[in-house]
Structures are given as C-alpha cells and as structure tokens.
C-alpha cells in the first residue's frame, strides 16, 4: 500500500478553519481516508424526477377495487409478477416487472412543491416553511453528496441534470464544486451541442494551453479570502477548472456523441426530449459518471389528468422501460440504479376545481409510489401498501430518509457519516440512516 499523504494547506482550507479549531480535522481526515463502511452494490445512479407529483392511482399504484371516484378512468395492465398492477398505459413496464420493485408507501408532511421537492431530493426536512415555487437548499442533494463521495473519471463531472437542475438539487454547504453539470439542449434536436465541451470556434490547442497557463500564473497570488469564507472567485476557478477539463477530455466529448448510437437505438427511447436524454443519461453513466438527474417537469395534474396522462404515459412508458432493458442488454443494469419518482402522490378522490372543466387531482403527501430498477434491486416486488382508496401508506410506512439511505447505501455511501460545513459545523449525510431492507438484495 502506498503511503498515505500528509495533509497539505489545501486539505486545511478544504475542511474549514472551524473544524480546525474545534477539533474536527483528525476525525474528518480519518473520514475521508477511512475504507468504504458498506460495499457498494451499484457504481452509478440515474434518478428520473418527476416533477410536480406524479399520481400515483394513475401509475405504480392503481385501485382497481376502489369506487369510480377515487380509482379514476385507467384500468390495470397485466404485469409479469402475480399480483403486482400498474397503469394500463404502461404496458412494458408491466412485461418487465421481474426487474422493477415498487415501493408505495413512502409518506412525508411537506405537502407543496417546494418542501416536497427539498424532502425527497435530499433526504432532509425543510427547516422552515417553503412556499411551493421555492428554489432552496438547506441541505445537500443526492447528487452533489454522490459527486462529493465518488468523484468521476479525469475530466467527467460527477453529476449531471438534464435539462436543468432541480428545486433543491445544489450542493449547499459542500460548495460549487458539487453543483451539477447542467445539459440544457435538446439531445433530439438535430443540432444539439453540449456547452464546454468543445474549443471555441477559432481556439486552437495550443492558444488554449497558453490562456490555461496566464490563468494558473495570476492564480498564484494569494487571495484575502479562501473557501471557508465563501470566496465566489474560488466557486469561479472551480467551474472554470471544470469546463478547462471538459473540453479536453475526449472521454467527455464520446459520452456526448449521441449520434453514434445506431437509429434503432434511439428509436426505442423515442424520438423526443425525454426520450434522449435518457439515452444521453445511459451514456453518461457509461463513461463512468456516478449521477445523473433526468429532470422530467409537467406532473402536476390538477386538471385533466386524465386526458394529460393517456398522451403523456405511453411515450413515459417506452422511454423508461428502453433505459432498462438498454442497460441490461449492456451489462449495466446491475451496477447502474435506476429510479423513478416525485416530491408526493395525489389526492385520492378526484376533483374539479373551479374554473377549470375536466377533473384532477390535488397535492397529497401522505401516500405516494416510487419506482426502482438495477443496482441489485431484488426485481418482481412491491414494497409496503396504500390503503383501498389510496389515502395513505398503511405497511410498511416509510420516509423519504428511508428513501435516501437507500440510494446512498447502494452506492457504497455510509448515509449515517458525518459531513462538516467550512465553518465546521457537522452534519449527518441523512438523520436516520436505515434504508429500505427489501431493496437492498
């Protein structure tokens, strides 16, 4: 074994002044340089975000025997699994359902978009009352925490969010560093180009380098303020050093030539926005990028959903069920977690709100389904129940910190490890650390 290397000015700097002086730098070092507490099972994660809250009568968790006012117009598709129902407008995903397990009974108490998108996106209740447009962070999402744990091969980011980040999907106090990587094209245009990861026109390598180098040498000046104090110069450099490695890596610049994918390919995960970015996630996690986010907007159907959905399902459908087999048919599914879910479900009985002429359903954050897939999930389950009507979780209840520890622990992240904000102030990854045993295989 390699000697291991003494901490340096920048390892200082790096864990905060605070933890310095209150005693926290030998236990944070130990942290870091500690071997891994759980043996990963997957090596990457793609979690799909559907945002707005997605019913869950009308997907994962349909009531067949419930009166027509609660179980709404879709009936059941039959699944390979006895006992396992999906929406009828998710026909592949029920022929697949060996490899999908279903948890329906997550419930939270953050009942509108904000907080609800907080929650689920990082594991940690929202510590005041946030409106339902809010963008917050008071704590880290699953993404950053990943990139922060399980950096990514020489010139990859370690997370990535397709076509832009989520409400609460930033790096809080573990600084830019461990923002996401954000790919706003269309991947199913036919112009698409990804930002930073190419040369300017009329840059050639070597004016490149000689700009690189005037940098590093202006760099060398010792600045007033350093990350402890939150130096937006020093979140600068960052983001600079990230798009200098991108349009350097040819790694980087492949997993982004979605081109190369024969047409059939991408046929199958249908020629639209969605669909290739999921093709464009699948290849990202290829190249060994541990996180991407699909964030999927337009789920928040308080009218017409059900005209909204027979539109919106099968071509879901088709998308989601291609990643999986895709990554299957390539030897990924087994190390790569795919998941699928909200910020909450949707109340049970149907309504019509005034103004509006065809039916919906509200927010509802006592009952709501997430979909799992790869990773060494066990497949053909489902986990916990609603009640007949869909009002709430009522086996198996969990939390959105289960939820959270789960994806950590299938990473290979101990969810109970202590993270320290640069004033030194620590912080558990996610307050209870249990994941969701049936999942976890």
Not at 113 to 132: D, F
Not at 354 to 383: E, T, Y
Not at 430 to 440: C, F, G, K, R, Y
Request: proline residues 8%.
């Amino acid at each position: 074994m390699p000697p291991r290397p003494s901490a340096s000015r920048r390892n200082f700097l790096q864990l905060g002044l605070g933890a310095l002086l209150g005693g926290g730098l030998a236990s944070s070092l130990r942290a870091r340089d500690a071997d891994p507490k759980f043996k990963p099972q997957a090596k990457a994660c793609i979690l799909i975000w559907m945002d707005g809250g997605p019913s869950h009568f009308e997907t994962f968790d349909p009531k067949p025997d419930a009166p027509s006012e609660f179980r709404g117009e879709f009936k059941t598709a039959t699944t390979k699994v006895p006992g396992i129902f999906l929406s009828e407008h998710m026909v592949k995903l029920a022929g697949m359902s060996d490899k999908l397990a279903v948890v329906r009974s997550i419930r939270h108490d953050q009942g509108n978009h904000g907080a609800g998108n907080h929650y689920m996106m990082t594991g940690a209740p929202p510590r005041i009352p946030v409106g339902c447009g809010a963008f917050v962070s008071f704590h880290p999402s699953l993404g950053s925490v990943v990139a922060h744990e399980k950096p990514a091969p020489v010139g990859l980011p370690s997370y990535f969010s397709l076509p832009d980040m989520t409400r609460s999907g930033g790096p809080n106090f573990l600084g830019a560093k461990y923002a996401p990587f954000v790919v706003d094209g269309d991947p199913s245009s036919a112009g698409f180009r990804v930002r930073d990861v190419a040369l300017p026109t009329g840059i050639t390598e070597g004016r490149f380098a000689e700009r690189g180098s005037l940098k590093s040498d202006v760099d060398r000046f010792q600045r007033f303020l350093d990350k402890t104090s939150g130096d937006p110069a020093v979140a600068l450099d960052e983001h600079y050093q990230q798009a200098h490695e991108l349009m350097r890596s040819k790694e980087a610049q492949a997993a982004f030539r979605i081109g190369d994918d024969a047409p059939k390919v991408r046929d199958r995960y249908g020629r639209n926005a969605f669909g290739q970015r999921a093709l464009l996630a699948r290849r990202l996690v290829e190249a060994g990028v541990p996180f991407v986010t699909i964030n999927d907007g337009g789920w928040d159907h308080h009218s017409d959903i059900f005209g909204a959905l027979r539109k919106r399902l099968p071509n879901w459908d088709q998308t989601v069920s291609a990643l999986i087999a895709d990554l299957d048919e390539r030897g990924l599914l087994d190390t790569t977690l795919v998941i699928a879910l909200g910020e909450f479900g949707r109340t049970p009985a149907i309504s019509t709100l005034s103004g509006q002429n065809k039916p919906g359903r509200d927010h509802w954050a006592n009952a709501m389904s997430v979909l799992f897939a790869g990773g060494g999930i066990p497949g053909g389950q489902v986990v916990g129940a609603t009640d007949r009507k869909g009002y709430a979780a009522v086996d198996r209840v969990l939390s959105p910190e289960n939820f959270a520890s789960t994806v950590y622990r299938k990473l290979g992240i101990d969810p109970d490890k202590m993270l320290y904000t640069p004033q030194g102030r620590p912080s558990h990854i996610v307050s209870n650390a249990t994941p969701i045993q049936e999942l976890m295989g």
